[in-house]
Nanobody, 121 residues
Framework: QVQLVESGGGLVQAGGSLRLSCVAS????????LAWFRQAPGKEREFVAT????????YYAEAVKGRFTISRDNARSTVFLQMDKLQPVDTAVYYC??????????????WGQGTQVTVSS
């Protein structure tokens, strides 16, 4: 069993940065891939980035490539999402997920409660 708790969301102006964190409890963290997804109002949840269990492989959605960076600290059971050059279209609730290394939400068994990111123009 894995429990995930996100933090770091907030309100930022366009062009600014935020760093999201997701702390995991349980023994599965170090042996599984992780990901960030987001859901904007009225839209379906969409993939943002994923990282494999070692941290050496990552994959990003085209919309965030070059602006967002996913990383993990296995000693602290934490996954991060550094978001730079934020745009209003990045406004969404951001969710941490654990369980595999994939861009498909249905493949993840564990989800956090989400953290709101709002980017003003």
């Amino acid at each position: 069993q894995v429990q995930l708790v996100e933090s770091g969301g907030g309100l930022v102006q366009a062009g600014g940065s935020l760093r999201l964190s997701c702390v995991a409890s349980g023994h599965l963290f170090n042996s599984t891939g992780l990901a960030w997804f987001r859901q904007a109002p009225g839209k379906e949840r969409e993939f943002v980035a994923t990282i494999n269990r070692s941290g050496f492989s990552t994959y990003y959605a085209e919309a965030v490539k070059g602006r967002f960076t996913i990383s993990r600290d296995n000693a602290r059971s934490t996954v991060f999402l550094q978001m730079d050059k934020l745009q209003p279209v990045d406004t969404a609730v951001y969710y941490c997920a654990a369980g595999t290394y994939s861009q498909e939400a249905r493949r993840y068994s564990y989800w956090g409660q989400g953290t709101q990111v709002t980017v003003s123009s």
